[in-house]
Antibody
């Protein structure tokens, strides 16, 4: 079964750091672009960052640039999001997702169940 | 950044109804639009990509159309399991953006 499982969420103080992880099973992560998408409590979806297959190309939403870093370890079939200088507005469920890229970029077709990050003192 | 606007943001409908949701982009995005369904406490599920291509395993009562700046998601006959929130997403340019969502509730 194709599956993505996030971990590492928790409660962190403003200004603190946290790394969330995403482990893939049933498919080879190294073949796919991967994204992180978040959802604040009661709010809509927000794309956060993505990374290409070899980790050399990365993109971020402006609100996290310079604070968050997306990375991957293909040998471990895993994706990561290092979050520094966390703010209350970063409180959200964080989902990892694989990207559907055929002749173009078409969406995110496999999603994890999400991990909750709460930034509060 | 490309903004996506859903219309309506909320709708109340009955089982068997035909439902249409519109997503408007602030600038042209060709056909680089996806639709997702999300139920409470669950991850989003990809329904439609490239504006009109049904993702594998998605019931044929779902369909998508449009290009450029105006797109629609149609559910031909609403089923009990379709009550959820629907989001559009543009994949034409970074940053990738989602619309604010349309919540479909039972009348």
């Amino acid at each position: 079964e194709v599956q993505l499982v996030e971990s590492g969420g928790g409660l962190v103080q403003p200004g603190g750091s946290l790394r969330v992880s995403c482990a893939a099973s049933g498919f080879t992560l190294s073949s796919y672009w991967m994204s992180w998408v978040r959802q604040a409590p009661g709010k809509g979806l927000e794309w956060v960052a993505n990374i290409n297959q070899d980790g050399r190309e990365k993109h971020y939403v402006d609100s996290v640039k310079g604070r968050f870093t997306i990375s991957r370890d293909n040998a471990k079939n895993s994706l990561y999001l290092q979050m520094n200088s966390l703010r209350a507005e970063d409180t959200a469920v964080y989902y990892c997702a694989s990207e559907l890229r055929l002749w173009g970029f078409f969406g995110m077709d496999v999603w994890g169940q999400g991990t909750t990050v709460t930034v509060s003192s | 950044d490309i903004q996506l606007t859903h219309s309506p943001s909320f709708l109340s409908a009955s089982v068997g109804d035909r439902v249409t949701i519109t997503c408007r982009a602030s600038q042209g995005i060709s056909s680089y639009l996806a639709w997702y369904q999300q139920k409470p406490g669950k991850a989003p599920k990809l329904l439609i990509y490239a504006a009109s291509t049904l993702q594998s395993g998605v019931p044929s009562r779902f369909s998508g159309s449009g290009s450029g700046t105006e797109f629609t998601l149609t559910i031909s006959s609403l089923q009990p399991e379709d009550f959820a929130t629907y989001y559009c997403q543009q994949l034409n340019s970074y940053p990738l953006t989602f619309g604010g969502g349309t919540k479909v509730e039972i009348k």
